[in-house]
């Protein structure tokens, strides 16, 4: 009977989402197999211990994990060069997102794609769409390397921590068995596996798994680290004990009400005995405006650079030439060829080709995404066959 216990056990462990066994629609045997045949070193961790991880030797692969990662743990492996992925839509991973201040977000159409938005990445490179199946998005205050363009939210960003890298994926299931051959997922899959890779790096493959132990190199951190809970702890009884002794009265009714935000610090952080490094991760979030609009407008310049037949962005192209773009693909409307030229002019003037856009006030950049989207309507309604996928379908 134990025996048949242990057997459906193993067998219910290994066809549940994101396993690489699990050969059904939801596994990841197919990426293990892209893995094996590309000989990369990608390894299956049924229990993570923070002291065998080394930051220089290994790639830990967050794939929708099934239990609450350790942010601390996380965020000084990553100071310390570490590499991580996480692939998370609203599981035990969002906690990661949450503490950079990102909000995940639900796509609301099925299957939405999304397209690169940065030029000469390993992870963008030459690929033009990735589809995803229901997935997560978020709005960072950095271009990501792919975006939704209807929602003008991100799928994949790469940020640096510290010496680290992280690459937060918002859709685990654009590498599942069913989603792997759609669009350029499957070769979007490789390259991130050879980004994980890099430097002879090892893959820990961490999807359903526990987690346990500090990182040895961080102990002798002195100099970085918090408090440990115990040390709260300490501070909290002496400072009401010594309140007690003091002031007899309303002091107790003062210990009481204090009483509750301890037990709540006790059963928080019981789990996390061990100190934390005090650097915080990074924000990457913010809630104005300006932010979901300039994704929207890097989305949108993208499509109509591609309609185009423009390799790399508009805004970096000469003015004759854009000029010359728009007598070619816009030869119905000087107007919108004017509006249209104008509109690549100030994207260049922006400074949006040597990083973050400036000096663009709210309305000039809703009458930018305007012309792009006017632009895309003209090409759609010529082709209806190979719409731009700048606008949701109707249902």
């Excluded at 002291?51 to 099934?66: G, M, Q, Y």
């Excluded at 060069?81 to 609203?90: K, N, P």
Aim: proline residues 7%; negative net charge.
């Amino acid at each position: 009977m134990i025996a048949l216990f242990l057997s459906l056990l193993c067998l219910t462990q290994e066809t549940g989402d994101y396993h690489p066994r699990n050969t059904d629609w939801n596994g990841l045997s197919a990426l293990w197999e892209l893995a094996g045949e590309r000989l990369l070193p990608l390894e299956r961790v049924q229990e993570l211990d923070w002291s065998r991880v080394d930051p220089s030797a290994h790639t830990l692969l967050f794939w929708s994990p099934s239990i609450w990662v350790p942010p601390g743990k996380l965020w000084a492996f990553l100071h310390q060069g570490g590499r991580v992925i996480l692939a998370e839509d609203f599981r035990n991973g969002a906690n990661l997102f949450v503490d950079m201040g990102l909000m995940l977000l639900p796509e609301k159409s099925r299957f939405p794609k999304a397209v690169p938005l940065v030029d000469g990445h390993l992870l963008t490179s030459g690929l033009g769409q990735l589809v995803s199946n229901h997935p997560a998005s978020f709005v960072p205050v950095q271009t990501p390397l792919w975006a939704f363009p209807d929602s003008a939210r991100a799928l994949v960003l790469e940020v640096a921590v510290g010496e680290g890298r992280l690459l937060l994926v918002s859709d685990p299931s654009l590498v599942i068995n069913d989603m792997l051959g759609r669009g350029d997922n499957r070769a979007f899959a490789l390259r991130m596996l050879q980004w994980a890779s890099e430097r002879d790096r090892k893959i820990w493959l961490l999807t359903d798994f526990t987690e346990r132990g500090w990182p040895s190199w961080v102990e002798a951190d002195t100099a970085g680290r918090q408090k440990s809970v115990r040390e709260h702890v300490r501070e909290v009884v002496e400072s009401v004990r010594d309140l007690l002794t003091r002031h007899e009265t309303g002091a107790r009714v003062l210990a009481i009400l204090l009483l509750g935000p301890f037990v709540y610090l006790v059963l928080w952080f019981s789990s996390q005995g061990t100190p934390q490094l005090a650097r915080k991760p990074p924000t990457l979030s913010t809630s104005t405006e300006m932010a979901r609009l300039w994704l929207r407008m890097l989305a949108l310049a993208e499509l109509v650079s591609r309609r185009m037949g423009v390799p790399g962005p508009l805004y970096t192209l000469p003015v004759r030439q854009v000029r010359a773009l728009g007598q070619d693909h816009l030869p119905d409307s000087a107007f919108l060829r004017d509006r249209f030229v104008r509109m690549v002019a100030g994207l260049a003037r922006s400074g949006l080709a040597q990083g973050t856009p400036r000096a663009v006030d709210h309305t000039q950049l809703l009458e930018w995404i305007d012309v792009a989207e006017e632009v895309l309507r003209q090409f759609d309604d010529r082709d209806e066959r190979a719409p731009s996928g700048a606008f949701e379908s109707p249902e």
